[in-house]
Structure formats: structure tokens, C-alpha cells
């Protein structure tokens, strides 16, 4: 089983600021199966990058994923009121599918 | 779009089956593959199982004893069993479509999610 840890737990940031969230991989993620989901309060979670960067229908280009093998981040270049929420990462490459403990983005 | 929305009963006893379906609409549920994930209160997300529209399956090891899944293409619907609940199967359980073994498609979309809460 891949178990995925996140850094930070949480990050506090005012809007308009740049966030950098990490995933790191307990081995590697095959074909970068590594998967960035937002959730908000009350909501299901929402896929905004899958195949460690590419980008799912509708999600603004201010999200952007990169990495690979281990070691994946997540950057919000510029922090809209919005995007305040919880992060996961998850890997896809092989079962069991497993997501990150999360990091929560809150406002500074 | 491909609308996902869960049902079953809200409230489960101790030692009973929580079951739940997922009813697809917008699209076919045929040659996809089918997810159950759950989270508790304030907890992160885990994956309980995978069903593709054939019949077969994958289970989450940590709970592949107590889980059944099964799919009707008729209905456009898929289910979840979870046998012998304790209070530490209280959760949201969410549907969603994916992952793919070729890595394809991953959880997207998702249902809303439905809290079952196990309590005598």
C-alpha cells in the first residue's frame, strides 16, 4: 500500500498570495497516478489535477500540479477567497487507492 | 453531465449491514469503473472499494471481509454492503466514478455524499 503524507497540515495565507502544497509518496507513483482533489465544508471533494499536472475540466489555470516518482506539489499561484478549503492528494496507480491526510488552506 | 446521488438508510444498528446505492444519471454507468469511498467527522478520505460494470471488484484490503459490491446496468445503479458495523463505520459514504486501471479517469464525479450514523 502507498501511503501519502502532506505538508504542511495547514497553511495560513491572506488572499491573493501564492500556496505551495506538498505530497510525498512512501514509493514511487507509477505514470505520475497522482491525483489533487479541493473540498470545502459540506461538499464532496472536487478533482482539479489529475496525472500529476494536468488540469480537470473547469479548473482555473491559477491551480497547477507538478512531480514525479515521490515527491508532487500542488501551487495556487495567486489565492482567491474561494480556495480556502482542504487539499488531498491521491495516488490511482494500483489498489489500494489511497489519499493524503489533507491540508487545510485557511485565511491569515 | 454524469450526476451521481447516494441512498440508503441513515441510521444502522451494531452487527447489521449498512447498504447503500448509487444511482448514475446523465450517462451510462457501462464501461466504467465505480468507487465507494467514506469519511469520518472531520477525518480524511478513505477508498472502500471499486466495481467495474462487469461484476468485478476490488476491495480496500482493510475492509474487504465485511464489503460487497454489486452493479444493475439495468437500473444505472451500483451498491454497497458493509456487514457487521460498529460505531467506527459511521461516516459520509461518497460515490464516485473511477479510478480506472489504466489510470484513465480518477475519482470524478462524485455524489454528495450520505452520513450514516451507526447506533442502537
Known amino acids: 500500500e502507498i501511503v501519502l503524507t502532506q505538508s504542511p497540515g495547514t497553511l495560513s495565507l491572506s488572499p491573493g498570495e501564492r500556496a505551495t502544497l506538498s505530497c510525498r509518496a512512501s514509493q514511487s507513483v507509477s505514470s505520475s497516478y497522482l491525483a489533487w482533489f479541493q473540498q470545502k465544508p459540506g461538499q464532496a471533494p472536487r478533482l482539479l489535477i489529475y496525472?500529476?499536472?494536468s488540469r480537470a475540466t473547469g479548473i482555473p489555470d491559477r491551480f497547477s500540479g507538478s512531480g514525479s516518482g515521490t515527491d508532487f506539489t500542488l501551487t495556487i499561484s495567486r489565492l482567491e477567497p474561494e480556495d480556502f478549503a482542504v487539499y488531498y492528494c491521491?495516488?490511482?496507480?494500483?489498489?489500494?487507492?489511497?489519499f493524503g491526510p489533507g491540508t487545510k488552506v485557511d485565511i491569515k | 453531465q454524469v450526476q451521481l446521488q447516494e441512498s440508503g438508510p441513515g441510521l444502522v444498528k451494531p452487527s447489521e449491514t449498512l447498504s447503500l446505492t448509487c444511482t448514475v444519471s446523465?450517462?451510462?454507468?457501462?464501461?466504467?469503473?465505480w468507487s465507494w469511498i467514506r469519511q469520518p467527522a472531520g477525518k480524511g478520505l478513505e477508498w472502500i472499494g471499486r466495481?467495474?460494470?462487469?461484476?468485478?471488484?476490488n476491495y480496500n484490503p482493510s475492509l474487504k471481509s465485511r464489503v460487497t459490491m454489486s452493479v444493475d446496468t439495468s437500473k444505472n445503479q451500483f451498491s454497497l454492503k458493509l456487514n457487521s458495523v460498529t460505531a467506527a463505520d459511521t461516516a459520509v459514504y461518497y460515490c464516485?466514478?473511477?479510478?480506472?486501471?489504466?489510470?484513465?479517469?480518477?475519482?470524478?464525479?462524485w455524489g454528495q455524499g450520505t452520513l450514516v450514523t451507526v447506533s442502537s
Open positions: 466495481i467495474y460494470t462487469s461484476g468485478s471488484t
Open positions: 496525472g500529476a499536472s
Open positions: 446523465g450517462g451510462s454507468i457501462s464501461r466504467y469503473y
Open positions: 491521491q495516488h490511482y496507480g494500483s489498489s489500494p487507492f489511497t
Open positions: 464516485a466514478r473511477g479510478p480506472s486501471p489504466g489510470g484513465s479517469y480518477t475519482f470524478d464525479p
